[in-house]
């Protein structure tokens, strides 16, 4: 039995996609689409971390394209993705705005925004809101919330073990509960996104309250899904009771046993809750 690479392993699955270019800045912003339309639900975007690429959704989007049009995007500044033409908020929502447009035309498309996206897709579901009909945060920050601890070490000038424990280390650290779901695929999509990764000042569009302050803005249905072990925005810490003051009938879900990066430590779970929701009525305008 051949055991594929990590790089084959996102060639693979990347391969199953199609690809296409948007405008952004002086340059492209890159979807890679799986499963095709249905006119019966609604066109699923997919938003990566800070430091990430649509490969946050690697163990994902073949799940989730059985039942929906799935759009995983490079955000501005990552990925395959050219930088905003202003970077800020503006500039990356009027890139995924223009986007969208082309790739979908006028119909409104459900938004889950991981992390760092979560604040992007808020805003876009805020300044143009005839194209979301829900807003779905996983583990989104700026929520003007304590940061839980993170420990991450210093990786520039280690070889070998050294360098390779201190990726393991710092996975751990921010991203993922569990050592064993540290594997090679996970540090190779770490190291390869980061490298990738451009925009410098993602953490100013996030903290420490963008998305809090943006939310009463959003008249598409919000609502949230948590790992039990977010480290960078813990659970206990709030989250839940910040989001439902804003959005009193918010679906509040925590994925069991998975830390920030919940659909990749848990997989079938957090798809299986993702896609519960997705399939619940839309709840009334209140």
Same mark, same amino acid.
Not at 14 to 23: D, F, Y
């Given at each position: 039995m051949t055991t594929l690479s990590p790089s084959?392993?996102? /060639? /693979? @699955?990347?391969?199953?996609?199609?690809?296409?270019?948007?405008?952004?800045?002086?340059?492209?912003?890159?979807?890679? @689409?799986?499963?095709?339309?249905?006119?019966?639900? /609604?066109?699923?975007?997919?938003?990566?971390?800070a430091q990430g690429a649509w490969s946050h959704w690697i163990r994902n989007v073949a799940a989730l394209g059985e039942s929906r049009m799935v759009l995983a995007v490079d955000l501005p500044g990552h990925g395959d993705s050219a930088l905003p033409a202003t970077h800020d908020h503006e500039g990356i929502v009027a890139a995924l705005a223009e986007g969208l447009a082309a790739i979908v035309g006028e119909r409104p498309v459900d938004l889950a925004g991981f992390s760092f996206s979560g604040t992007c897709f808020a805003h876009l579901a805020a300044w143009h809101p005839e194209r979301a009909r829900r807003l779905i945060l996983i583990g989104t920050g700026g929520l003007d919330t304590p940061h839980g601890p993170i420990d991450l070490r210093r990786v520039s000038g280690l070889e070998g073990e050294a360098r390779e424990a201190a990726i393991r280390a710092n996975i751990l650290g921010l991203m993922i509960q569990h050592a064993e779901t540290v594997d090679d695929l996970a540090m190779h999509l770490h190291m390869a996104n980061a490298r990738a990764a451009r925009l410098k000042n993602a953490a100013q569009l996030v903290l420490p309250d963008r998305l809090k302050r943006v939310l009463p803005q959003v008249r598409a249905q919000v609502d949230a899904i948590w790992g039990a072990h977010d480290r960078p925005h813990p659970v206990e810490e709030r989250q839940e009771d910040v989001l439902r003051a804003l959005v009193p009938e918010l679906d509040f879900r925590v994925i069991a046993d998975a830390g920030h990066w919940a659909m990749y430590e848990r997989p079938d779970m957090f798809n299986a809750a993702l896609l519960d929701m997705l399939g619940q009525p839309l709840r009334a305008a209140g």
């Open positions: 084959e392993q996102v /060639a /693979a @699955i990347e391969g199953r996609a199609r690809r296409i270019e948007t405008p952004c800045g002086d340059g492209a912003m890159v979807w890679r @689409i799986w499963g095709g339309d249905r006119g019966d639900a /609604a066109p699923l975007v997919l938003g990566h971390g």
